[in-house]
């Protein structure tokens, strides 16, 4: 199992879920060198041989046939893709960049295509999955992410059609959390309130939320494919 972006937050606890249920993981960084062999550590000391790092920034052309490669050299084969890894920060109006722009996309949208490309061939082998994070704001703007959202609504369509693309042998689909995990900058309590107060549940999920729903659809969904599954206390609705 590769999961990119996995050394910290939901990534990290979908590595530690999805490996105490019996995967070969992964662990795909950019930056946090540290945490990634922490964490690999950990899950090794629980079972040998059982997770590998490798550091990765996934705009550079030739990443995604290495990371995959990687992946096959350590483990032999590749079950599921899960495509974690993203940037996030606002881009109002009238201040949008270029830099921005290819940033936001190419690690939302376009990263995980060319993963995908580069992995289906070793998926397909073993019948397996893809699992795009996509955000429910793919679908409900957030006010001053334009860039953001107009790249995680086009990998909401990317999972739909690699799902048809890819099957019968290859299910893909996509989980679009809520307010799971808030962001790392600074956040006021009131905005946070607001938030929970929109949800159906009138309260916050957690990664543990999100890593079990990757759990669900890696081991007890054989018939689901091309969905989008929203994890966000009923803040879609």
């Keep these: 199992m590769l999961i990119t972006g996995a050394a910290r937050r939901v990534g990290a606890q979908m590595a530690r879920v999805l490996h105490a249920a019996g995967a070969n993981i992964m662990i795909h960084y950019r930056s946090s060198a540290t945490a990634a062999v922490a964490l690999a550590d950990s899950l090794n000391a629980a079972r040998p041989h059982s997770a590998a790092i490798h550091g990765a920034h996934l705009l550079d052309p030739e990443a995604p046939e290495k990371i995959v490669g990687a992946t096959l050299l350590e483990f032999g084969h590749l079950d599921v893709l899960i495509n974690n890894a993203s940037s996030f920060y606002p881009t109002p109006v009238g201040h949008i960049t270029a830099a921005q722009w290819d940033d936001l996309v190419g690690s939302n949208l376009k990263a995980p295509m ?3 490309q580069a992995a289906f061939l070793s998926l397909k082998a073993r019948r397996g999955l893809i699992i795009n994070m996509v955000d429910i704001h793919a679908l409900r703007p957030l006010k001053q992410h334009p860039v953001y959202c107009a790249a995680k609504a086009g990998l909401v369509m990317l999972t739909k059609s ?9 299910r893909v689909n996509g989980i679009a ?15 946070k309130s607001d938030i929970i107060d929109r ?7 957690s990664p543990q939320d999100i890593a079990r729903t990757a759990l669900f659809l890696a081991a007890d969904a054989p018939y689901i494919t091309g969905q989008i599954i929203a994890v966000d206390g009923g803040r879609s609705i």
Excluded: H
Excluded at 177 to 190: F, I
């Design 114 to 116: 060319f993963l995908s």
């Design 162 to 170: 690699l799902a048809r693309e890819l099957g019968p042998e290859i």
């Design 177 to 191: 959390p809520g307010p799971v995990l808030w962001p790392e900058g600074p956040m006021e309590e009131s905005v």
């Design 199 to 205: 949800t159906a549940l009138k309260r916050p999920g």
